[in-house]
């Protein structure tokens, strides 16, 4: 079945730091690639989507690149505030399946000041 | 921006009560959804709806019913509540010209002792 991985589970860093938070998926066909935040006691809130490959999605200065080749969609900052402190999820949906969202773990980020 | 509200907020039950999950959206979305959110799990589906009277099973949806009574309503049920049900469970609704970007309520807590 449709699956994504999110290998940290925490990620800390300072103000300034680059921030990369990896994300795997593993689905048939071209799924669309979605990253999610979750703010302490919100619900999460959509941040971008990538529906090709090689296309690059962004929003409040973070980014992703979809690559089929490695089916990665891996979300990066360059320099991250203290304000970015959350919950990361990556998602995905096959084209059939509008609406069928399947998140990773999710990824905690603390930016210390 | 859509505006999906939960109720209540927080819950405690025993194991066999009898529980209803209420929420409500505001932006005359088509599509709504109850999520489930567990430390290592992510975000996992439950149920789902197309619209009034409409419900579709979602990845996880035993020992959970789900109706759609308006557009704006979407309530989830558990009949016998056991301690694997607690969890924090979300509601989201999107457009049906966007089903993959969801606005997600703030939650219900639910705890089964």
């Known amino acids: 079945g449709d699956s994504v991985t999110q290998t940290e589970g925490q990620v800390a860093l300072s103000e300034e730091d680059f921030l990369t938070i990896h994300c795997n998926y593993s689905?048939?066909?071209?799924?669309?690639l979605f990253w999610y935040v979750q703010y302490p006691g919100e619900g999460p809130q959509f941040l971008f989507r990538a529906s090709r490959d090689k296309e690059k999605g962004s929003s409040r200065g973070f980014e992703a690149t979809y690559d089929k080749g490695t089916t990665s969609f891996h979300l990066r900052k360059a320099s991250v505030q203290e304000s970015d402190s959350a919950v990361y999820y990556c998602?995905?949906?096959?084209?059939?399946?509008?609406?069928?969202?399947?998140f990773g773990a999710g990824t905690q980020l603390i930016v210390i000041p | 921006e859509a505006a999906v509200t939960q109720s209540p907020r927080n819950k405690v039950t025993v194991t066999g009560g009898n529980v209803t999950l209420s929420c409500r959206q505001t932006n005359s979305h088509n599509y709504m959804y109850w999520y489930r959110q567990d430390t290592g799990h992510g975000l996992r589906l439950i149920h789902y709806?197309?619209?009034?009277?409409?419900?579709q099973i979602g990845d996880v949806p035993d020992g959970y019913k789900a109706t759609r009574t308006t557009q704006e309503d979407f309530f989830l049920l558990l009949e016998l509540a056991s301690p694997s049900q607690t969890s924090l469970y979300f509601c989201a609704s999107s457009d049906a010209g966007d089903q993959d970007t969801q606005y997600f309520g703030p939650g219900t807590r639910l705890l089964v002792l």
């Open positions: 709806s197309y619209g009034a009277g409409n419900l």
């Open positions: 998602a995905l949906v096959r084209g059939s399946a509008l609406g069928r969202l399947h």
């Open positions: 689905a048939s066909g071209y799924p669309a």
